[in-house]
């Protein structure tokens, strides 16, 4: 129990509806005062911050798009023609790209470590000091073509299973691709298997430079009092790290969506976290957290502005 | 397979972001088009009306709150005080509530006909009337202590089953409520069981004057060219008997949401409707199909706004 989420379930139980009958508004209301630390939240400042990164890993055959899309999209991004854009706008959000050293793409996994301790590190603390003091509430977006790989591999490194139980066609590679997404993942398990029960050697053996950043995000988050939307399979695979880490280590955090990509369901299930939407989405960019930032300011909408039974002259049964 | 809508499908195969990967976002658009008669869908102007009405039928004690409720929320809709206040401005949607007669609620189902056909089609056309030509989307919400007993009622007489197979808890009526709520329905499906096969009569004896509004309003909705997005339980089932009546009846809408109460889900499958949001909500008002116009917003910004891979100069696969 604390104090601001049930300062908000008090007044919850005042306001001029039947008691629990805004669903999941009346506990995202509470979540956010938890979180924030206040029995009032706020929304007055939301961001979205989508980091990119290069992957190794492609040279196994593993996306069906060059890697050459990443700077692109990136490009893209700054001049306001992704879906990302047009989201955060609707979303009131303002919008962060970071891309992380997009020309050295991290080693291929299934030959070497994705990071070294130091590369590792470099991404973790990139992403910990993009998080602002004073944000309401964040989302994280990711783009890395290729990386619905690793994000694969880190999901089976953490949970168990193989290739086939967590890859998904990601972009859209063909029957053969996805064949070799499976066998990429299988190598790169065996390879680093015995640093499989270390969840952070996980992120950097078997991962990328922008999951890396949201793992160092998503902790800085919880450090500064912000709650966090989590994104799609690629964007819960970063941050998963730290549920292994800590029973409570995700727990200011919400699943916006659970994506289309295969794993998606899955990893939620194993984190023990329930999708607030589910809009066969797997775009990724923060694409799906966007989504969700709306119903979170419904949520604080009804909490802060509707009036209770008394100031109505409404009977209360 | 209509013009505006395979124009949007092209548009969508265009924009940067791999094919599909916006799930839902990419048929609403498409839905939206086709509905409006638009190649490049609008959304202007976006309304919210709410119906109010009373129920004979609180006679049998079905329900958790007194009638007087529902004049005390119409003067909470008019202060600003309800969620569906809230909802409608954070949707940018305009509120419209129109309240039927309140003094003198529906006959009691158990004993006579909810509404003569006078009654009906009095209610039906107010419906039918509140719907502007120039609107590009629609959203409709309800007000009516012991409503959900005609909604679980209606969706008996037209799909089949007892009141123990649609009715829910409603505002929340305990366990003895809620066996008063099957006997009613049960009662009242016994004395009209004569006119079940007509839809029409169905939703004049079993119905209620806020429920037939809606059904006028959502077929007006069809020849005015204005989209429609259903709220919860009580507005589905007073739209069915239009998919009774014709296969295509209710094509031009979509479910924003599925409600927790307890006939909802089985009463979109019946409809085959699938809901875009499933949020644990339960309070009616408009409230849920409110929380979903943002999700229709999201993806026309998305198919209005986004650039080409052409326009982007990003490589396509």
């Not at 690629?234 to 998963?240: G, K």
Request: aromatic share 4%; charged share 20%.
């Amino acid at each position: 129990s604390d104090p601001a989420a049930d300062a908000v379930s008090r007044r919850q139980d005042t306001l001029t509806k039947p008691r629990g009958s805004l669903g999941k508004l009346e506990s995202i209301a509470a979540w956010l005062a938890r979180w924030q630390g206040r029995d009032m939240p706020r929304l007055d400042r939301v961001k979205v911050i989508v980091f990119a990164g290069n992957h190794g890993v492609t040279a196994q055959g593993v996306s069906a798009y060059p890697s050459e899309v990443t700077v692109q999209m990136v490009a893209n991004f700054a001049g306001g023609g992704a879906a990302i854009n047009q989201l955060a706008r609707l979303a009131g959000a303002e919008l962060s790209v970071i891309p992380l050293d997009l020309n050295h793409p991290t080693g291929d996994f299934t030959q070497t470590v994705a990071m070294n301790e130091a590369e590792f590190l470099a991404a973790v603390s990139t992403g910990y000091e993009s998080v602002d003091e004073d944000l309401d509430l964040i989302c994280f977006g990711e783009m890395g073509i290729g990386n619905t790989t690793p994000a694969a591999a880190i999901a089976a490194g953490l949970f168990g299973g193989t290739g086939r139980d967590w890859a998904g066609r990601g972009t859209g590679v063909d029957d053969s691709g996805l064949s070799r997404k499976f066998a990429a993942i299988d190598a790169g398990l065996a390879r680093h298997a015995a640093t499989l029960a270390d969840p952070l050697a996980v992120a950097a053996n078997l991962g990328g430079r922008e999951l890396a950043a949201i793992l160092g995000a998503t902790l800085a988050a919880r450090h500064r009092n912000v709650p966090v939307l989590l994104d799609g399979f690629v964007v819960t695979a970063a941050a998963a790290p730290l549920a292994k880490l800590h029973p409570e280590g995700l727990a200011h955090t919400l699943s916006a969506h659970v994506s289309a990509e295969a794993g998606h369901r899955q990893l939620l299930e194993a984190l023990k976290l329930a999708p607030l939407l589910d809009l066969g989405m797997r775009l990724g960019e923060g694409s799906g957290a966007c989504l969700a930032v709306n119903i979170v300011r419904s949520a604080l909408e009804c909490h802060a502005r509707m009036a209770s039974f008394a100031e109505a002259g409404v009977t209360d049964k």
